[in-house]
């Protein structure tokens, strides 16, 4: 089965917040998909929509597949490097803070009947 995948890397946000979104759109159809997107309260749904938008286009332009027929058939998001910054505290004390990123990744595949 041809499948064709996007990812996007190291976007600035917690894996557990874009994981809140991505849960909703695996296994949906694309156009529904991505209403859902564009209409989420979400701040991060919008980086998901395109990466929606990129691996549905590599599906029409690499393989030749039909936008009607997709499916979002993978959708998932790895943990990325942590940026480690200190706060200070009481007596002279600090705490690291650590900046999460995530690796987003969306594959689209046509419907099997």
Not at 38 to 58: D, E, H, I
Request: glycine share 4%.
């Amino acid at each position: 089965m041809q499948e064709a995948r996007a990812t996007t890397k190291y976007q600035r946000v917690s894996p557990y917040k874009v994981r809140l979104v991505i849960d909703q759109i695996r296994g949906m159809q694309v156009e529904s998909a991505m209403n859902l997107l564009a209409f989420s309260k979400k701040r991060v749904a919008g980086v998901v929509r395109q990466t929606l938008k990129s691996a549905v286009a590599n599906a029409e332009e690499n393989l030749g597949l039909d936008v009607d027929t997709l499916v979002v058939s993978q959708a998932y998001v790895d943990q990325g490097p942590s940026m480690k910054r200190f706060k200070p505290r009481a007596r002279g004390r600090a705490t690291r803070i650590l900046k999460r990123t995530s690796h987003i990744t969306v594959a689209v595949c046509p419907q099997v009947d």
